[in-house]
């Protein structure tokens, strides 16, 4: 019978790479935001990925497959980064015509040249707007449509990024997340010269 103790500690360690992992898709969606935000929500997965491992390591100290929470964490970001801003716009988006004013250049040494789009939506003006590719460059006057966030927390989007497949990349991570935990918990610990599909989790 496992005492109350180790009981106990285990159920805080499966909180922890539970929010560990939690986070990671919170950050990836926070990637899609402007400023400064996103700089942090990249050093939160790295945190995150961290203290997964940890957790790892409390639950399955013999385990070999310490590099798997990272991975875990990294894929969970990624889903949240691609399906984020999708879902969001779906939720809080309004589809707009908005208006070319400029045509930007951005030169830099270490990049090739790129150009971008200030545009106007209404009353509102989206600056330095970077198209899919360079063929869906608009030249002043030109009307380009956009999907625009009620509330100014995402950026904008091309009605072709506002997609139902893109949507369900979070809930995907949502299950992607809570199997691995499960696994993590139910699955035999390692024995020796027995290695077990749990040793690799």
Request: hydrophobic share 45%; with cysteine; proline share 7%.
């Amino acid at each position: 019978m496992t005492p109350p103790e180790t009981s106990g500690r285990s159920r805080r360690f499966v909180t922890i790479m539970s929010l560990a992992l939690l986070g990671a898709v919170v950050a990836g969606f926070v990637i899609n935001t402007s400023g400064p935000a996103p700089f942090v929500a990249l050093l939160v997965v790295v945190a995150c990925a961290a203290l997964a491992g940890y957790a790892l390591l409390k639950l399955r100290p013999a385990s070999s497959g310490i590099v798997a929470p990272p991975l875990v964490v990294f894929a969970l970001a990624a889903l949240g980064f691609t399906g984020g801003d999708s879902l969001w716009l779906t939720a809080f988006g309004d589809q707009v015509s908005c208006e070319v004013v400029s045509v930007n250049t951005h030169t830099s040494r270490r990049s090739p040249t790129s150009y971008s789009n200030d545009l106007m939506c209404g009353s509102q003006r989206i600056a330095s707007h970077f198209p899919d590719n360079a063929d869906q460059l608009g030249k002043p006057g030109d009307r380009v449509g956009l999907v625009i966030d009620r509330t100014g927390v995402v950026r904008v989007l091309a009605p072709s990024k506002v997609t139902w497949w893109r949507n369900l990349l979070v809930p995907a991570a949502a299950v992607l997340g809570a199997t691995y935990v499960v696994l993590v918990v139910r699955l035999p610990r390692r024995r020796p010269k027995n290695v077990r599909v749990g040793d690799f989790l």
